[in-house]
């Protein structure tokens, strides 16, 4: 068999104890802290157990010594019934049932069994189909012997020694407290009134006994506090006398004064002749005593008393009564009173003038003179005006109502989509499509429907003159859309391309030639615009951000040329420099310092970050309509001319294994844009060099049946997404697109581009 289906069941046999795992506790780490199957002294997963499409497969950790069958495992491996699995001193052995897969566990007394050791330039390797390739046959490597320590003897010396210690530790604090009475002069400290909190504080030590302080000779702080008084705090020296005495008093604080003239407001407030403020006076600072306050307001009589000002933070009201100086009044004449004309309108808000002087809006009341008459006049926008002659008597008080004809124009509004909505001067009005017979005064016309950019016009119909308008709203997306630039360019020269979303399918199918068990097809979506740069960073992008930083060597090619991607940078290099970008450019960091190194913030920023898998995915294989891509170059092999910059005849002296009927130019790195982009305008998606991106490796992506939106990969894990093929790269395996690595560590074929979201 060449898998085992299971069933939704794994059975895993450990000397006399047997457990069953289910779908659920996949993936199961091998070795590492709580792991659910233990490897003896593995501080970490050495690998993971896996599912795919039914059957099991195993993945090693990177660099780990995973064995299947005597072979060392460089990538994940289907595992058949019959397969032995070899991490360190733990066996497993694989049997396929009808009942599912059972796991036979045993642990060895071999703790360090032979392995292949890890090589520089790998040898030829033959594509299998769907199966992995195999790796080098193992070899054997030394182990380094180093001699045991010293015998009993120096055991039992070293004992003795630390019991001599540890009694010395008990007699000297002992000691150290007996010199310091000896040495120590005893202090008396006399402070009116008593303190509350009493400190003699100093480098030296000073332990206070009932009534008095023993101190050492030499400098100190004496500090004294009690409620209501002002905080002592004094140098003071310690002599040598035997008997000393230190006498202070401690200073009230000042009282506080509040000052109520009842009515009076704005009266001025002083106190010992200095003015502190007016009517009504909140509390204000008074130091304690007998004070003299002053109260003056014009107007009034000056008030003048002595306060006994109590102090120590405590409040006192002083409640004065002022007292309005005598008023002369000279003789008047009276003349008759003015007639008032109440004036209303239908509509309201008519401008009155009488005798041709505007007087305000209706409704008003107008004082007139009596005894002669008055030409009123209304005018309201509109409306036509109307007018009104009043005569009143003396005194008298008269109300007129006024009727306003209305001016009305025609409007017809003509909308898409039809069942928007209308409003005028902010009143609801029904559908919009309608025809109104509107004032002869401006009025905002609006229609709006949910999703919709709303339409806001102002027009002024005209009697005997009918208006038509005609609208079609924009719906956000649409006008989000148009906002944006189809092209962005950082002051650092990426150029990053808005990409629009959608529903796709992410991995490929186990009946692909070169598939992997980590490439499990599952449906995601996009749904937040994105931009992602059309080119890898470069190298001189890179040291803009850190200077010191240089790509190395390929055997005798540079891999530092200016002009060509960076590599051997962590995932940890590349989000530094992508939050670098968004401080130069002010915008929201899209990852943050956690747990000693940078993780992604929740939800993603708009700020600058590697592209996600999905995005990758979407910028690489769906470049039109069609079906997605296999290759960067089309659905089919051999690598075309110019298709791209991988392992060809010219790094033969660099690899083992390479295209021999291919010669892209490069036998290294190429620039980032040293070969056409593809239909979307993306260099080098799937060669030159392989990408970090966003998100953390998982084996099994996704649960059946769910489809994620706009995902960023698990929130936990030790290692990062790698993808698409490098100039180190040549079989069908990795030349596909729907190629997946993974890794933490930096390699001379690992760069990255840089993406953000649009909003």
């Not at 050492?216 to 009690?226: C, D, I």
């Not at 033969?652 to 844009?673: E, I, K, M, S």
Request: aromatic letters at 6%.
């Amino acid at each position: 068999m060449r898998g085992g289906h299971l069933s939704g069941r794994l059975h895993v046999e450990e000397g006399r104890r047997s457990r069953t795992l289910s779908k659920a506790d996949v993936p199961i780490a091998l070795g590492g802290p709580d792991a659910a199957i233990a490897v003896p002294g593995s501080a970490a997963p050495l690998g993971w157990l896996g599912i795919a499409e039914g059957e099991v497969f195993v993945q090693p950790a990177p660099g780990a010594a995973v064995l299947c069958n005597g072979v060392r495992l460089g990538a994940s491996h289907w595992l058949r019934d019959g397969d032995v699995l070899r991490l360190g001193p733990t066996r497993i052995e694989t049997t396929v049932r009808a009942d599912g897969v059972h796991l036979r566990v045993e642990q060895l007394a071999e703790a360090n069994p032979t392995e292949p050791p890890v090589v520089l330039v790998p040898p030829p390797r033959s594509v299998r189909g769907k199966d992995e390739d195999r790796e080098p046959s193992p070899t054997i490597q030394a182990i380094p012997y180093r001699p045991r320590a010293a015998g009993i003897d120096a055991q039992r010396g070293r004992r003795l020694s630390w019991r001599r210690l540890g009694l010395a530790g008990l007699l000297l604090p002992a000691a150290l407290a007996v010199a310091f009475v000896v040495s120590a002069r005893s202090i008396r400290v006399e402070i009116e009134p008593a303190p509350e909190r009493l400190a003699l504080r100093g480098r030296l030590p000073a332990i206070p006994l009932g009534s008095r302080i023993l101190a050492l000779a030499g400098p100190y702080t004496l500090v004294a506090e009690k409620a209501g008084f002002r905080r002592l705090e004094v140098r003071v020296e310690v002599s040598d006398a035997a008997s000393q005495t230190l006498r202070y008093a401690l200073a009230p604080l000042p009282g506080r004064l509040v000052v109520d003239a009842g009515t009076v407001e704005g009266a001025e407030v002083s106190i010992d002749g200095a003015r502190v403020g007016l009517t009504p006076l909140s509390a204000v600072e008074v130091e304690a005593g007998e004070r003299e306050v002053t109260v003056r307001a014009e107007g009034y009589v000056e008030f003048r008393t002595r306060v006994a000002v109590v102090g120590r933070g405590a409040e006192q009201r002083l409640e004065v009564a002022l007292v309005p100086k005598p008023l002369t009044v000279r003789p008047v004449r009276l003349a008759p009173a003015d007639g008032v004309l109440v004036l209303a309108s239908d509509p309201p808000g008519a401008a009155v003038s009488v005798d041709r002087v505007w007087k305000g809006e209706t409704p008003l009341e107008v004082a007139v003179a009596p005894g002669r008459p008055h030409e009123v006049r209304l005018t309201k926008a509109g409306h036509e005006e109307a007018t009104l002659r009043a005569e009143l008597r003396p005194g008298e008080r008269r109300e007129e109502t006024l009727t306003l004809a209305k001016q009305l124009g025609e409007v017809r509004i003509v909308a898409r989509p039809p069942d928007a909505q209308l409003l005028v001067d902010g009143q609801p009005q029904g559908r919009a499509e309608q025809t109104l017979q509107l004032t002869t005064v401006p009025h905002e016309i609006e229609i709006r429907r949910e999703g919709y950019e709303a339409y806001r016009h102002t027009l002024t119909p005209r009697v005997g003159f009918p208006q038509e308008v005609r609208v079609e709203l924009r719906s956000l997306q649409q006008v989000r859309e148009e906002a944006r630039p189809p092209v962005l360019h950082t002051p650092e020269g990426h150029e990053l391309r808005l990409v629009a979303g959608g529903r796709f399918l992410l991995g490929a199918p186990r009946r692909e030639p070169g598939s992997r068990a980590n490439e499990a097809p599952r449906d995601v979506e996009l749904v937040r615009t994105f931009y992602v740069a059309t080119r890898e960073v470069s190298n001189a992008q890179f040291r803009r951000f850190n200077a010191s930083h240089s790509s190395g060597r390929a055997g005798e090619h540079s891999l530092d040329v200016d002009d060509y991607p960076v590599v051997r940078v962590t995932w940890q290099d590349a989000v530094a420099y992508c939050n670098w970008l968004s401080e130069r450019e002010k915008l929201p960091p899209a990852y943050v310092q956690k747990g000693g190194g940078l993780v992604a913030v929740v939800p993603l920023s708009t700020g600058y970050r590697l592209p996600t898998e999905a995005e990758w995915e979407r910028v690489a294989r769906y470049v039109g309509v069609r079906a997605p891509l296999r290759y960067p170059w089309g659905a089919a092999l051999p690598v075309p001319p110019k298709g791209g910059n991988y392992a060809d005849r010219s790094a033969r002296g660099l690899l083992g294994q390479v295209l021999p009927d291919y010669d892209d130019g490069f036998p290294v790195t190429a620039p980032v844009d040293g070969f056409a982009p593809n239909a979307l305008g993306f260099f080098h998606l799937g060669d030159n060099v392989a990408e970090w991106v966003h998100d953390l490796y998982v084996i099994s992506p996704v649960a059946a049946g769910e489809i994620p939106r706009d995902p960023t990969g698990p929130a936990q894990g030790e290692y990062h997404v790698i993808r698409g093929a490098s100039w180190m790269n040549s079989t069908v395996t990795e030349l596909r697109l729907s190629f997946r690595d993974y890794g933490k560590d930096p390699r001379p074929d690992l760069g990255f581009r840089i993406a953000r979201y649009a909003e």
